[in-house]
Nanobody, 126 residues
C-alpha cells in the first residue's frame, strides 16, 4: 500500500521558515487528496492544510496566509512551506493521504485519511 515519508522538520527561531516534504511511494491519480496534520504533546491531532487531485487547497484558519501546501506530481512529493513560524506551532507534523469522491469538500479531519507517515518534528523557539 501507500508509504509516506516526511522530512524537512527541525528547529527554527520564531519567525523563521521551514519546508516540509512528504514522499509517497505511490498515489492514485484520480480522486486523491493529501494533507498535513500536526500533533503537540497532550493534544489532539489537527489538520493544517490539504490539497486534492484538482489542485484545490484548504487551510486551517491559524495558518492561512502563512503556510502553503503544494504537490510535485513528477516527484510524488507534497510540500508544506511554513513561514512566520510561531512557538505554538511546535508539533510533530504528519503527512496523510486518502482517496475517494469528496461530497462536502476537502477535509481536514483525521478520519478521512487512510495512509499516514511517521511524522517529522518541528520545533519553534521563542
Amino acid at each position: 500500500q501507500v508509504q509516506l515519508v516526511e522530512s524537512g522538520g527541525g528547529s527554527v527561531q520564531s519567525g523563521g521558515s521551514l519546508r516540509l516534504s512528504c514522499a509517497a511511494s505511490e498515489y492514485t491519480y484520480t480522486n486523491y487528496y493529501m494533507g498535513w496534520f500536526r500533533q503537540a504533546p497532550g493534544k489532539e491531532r489537527e489538520g493544517v492544510a490539504a490539497i486534492d487531485s484538482h489542485g484545490t487547497t484548504t487551510y486551517a484558519d491559524s495558518v492561512k496566509g502563512r503556510f502553503t501546501i503544494s504537490l510535485d506530481n513528477a516527484k510524488n512529493t507534497m510540500y508544506l512551506q511554513m513561514n512566520s513560524l510561531k512557538p505554538e506551532q511546535t508539533a510533530m507534523y504528519y503527512c496523510a493521504a486518502g482517496q475517494g469522491g469528496l461530497l462536502y469538500g476537502l477535509p481536514l479531519s483525521t478520519y478521512m485519511y487512510r495512509y499516514w507517515g511517521q511524522g517529522t518534528q518541528v520545533t519553534v523557539s521563542s
